[in-house]
């Protein structure tokens, strides 16, 4: 049975003074959870700070993105060296702002999965289509071709260390309307049965996939029913310590 997990981004939120409040928090709330993975991805200036605070505790520690490269002539990016003495165990990579924003590719997320494979890194691999693509049938190709090129050339164990995160690009973000759970639940079932072609039932069954589609408390026990979501990825909720916890605590229960 796969083991849910939780992971908060924190996006370009908290400064690292104001994320002291916020782990803190979270610490108190969560911090001694075992039946479910608790995650949180501050941005880069707070890592440290908050990788103080959680140390001992059991939640981990992660980032919103990184470069594959070790070091060099890269001006503004962070590698995953950086990454594992800052304390993390995990990093986004792919998200659908990194795409939109900054020409992120499946090629380069390819790149970035690998590089975090290779330090021993968790990666939490976005994927998802725009509404555009749904409307227009697409939502298939899309999505198969961000995880079967996401994750191309890796071993069968990297795979199954590795979290799908599935984000309906047109159902995130505040004040949008988020999928229903008859909508996560096909995609889910989708992305279960491509791993299966592409990867053997095996590795399908162990491969954990989150939803990140505005889960929030309205519709998290509903969504975690579902059998084939495994847990969040939570943008605005992880913000709030008590919205945050509520989420981690269905997601034990679950």
């Known amino acids: 049975m796969r083991k849910k997990i939780i992971a908060g981004n924190w996006k370009m939120n908290k400064t690292p003074s104001e994320a002291i409040a916020l782990a803190e928090g979270l610490v108190k709330a969560v911090g001694s959870e075992t039946k479910a993975d608790v995650v949180v991805c501050p941005p880069f200036t707070a890592l440290t700070t908050v990788a103080n605070i959680i140390k001992g505790s059991n939640i981990s520690l992660g980032a919103q993105d990184m470069y594959w490269e070790v070091s060099g002539a890269y001006t503004g990016e962070v590698s995953p060296t950086m990454l594992l003495d800052c304390g993390c165990k995990y990093v986004i990579l792919g998200h659908s702002e990194r795409r939109a924003y900054f020409a992120e590719t499946n090629e380069t997320v390819n790149k970035k999965v690998k590089a975090a494979h290779q330090h021993g890194l968790i990666p939490i691999v976005c994927v998802g289509e725009t509404w555009e693509e749904r409307e227009a049938g697409k939502m298939e190709a899309v999505v198969s071709d961000m995880v079967i090129n996401g994750l ?103």
Do not use: C
């Open 152 to 254: 191309a050339g890796l071993t069968e164990e990297q795979i199954v260390n590795t979290i799908i995160a599935y984000e309906p690009v047109w159902a995130i973000g505040v004040g949008k309307t988020p999928a229903t759970p008859e909508q996560a639940d096909a995609v889910h079932k989708f992305l279960r049965k491509l791993l299966t072609d592409k990867f053997g039932a095996k590795v399908a069954e162990a491969v954990r996939i989150q939803y990140g589609g505005n889960m929030s408390e309205k519709n998290v026990e509903v969504l975690l029913k579902i059998q084939d979501i495994d847990g969040g990825l939570i943008g605005g909720a992880s913000l709030k310590v008590d919205s945050f916890a509520f989420l981690i605590q269905t997601a034990a229960k679950s």
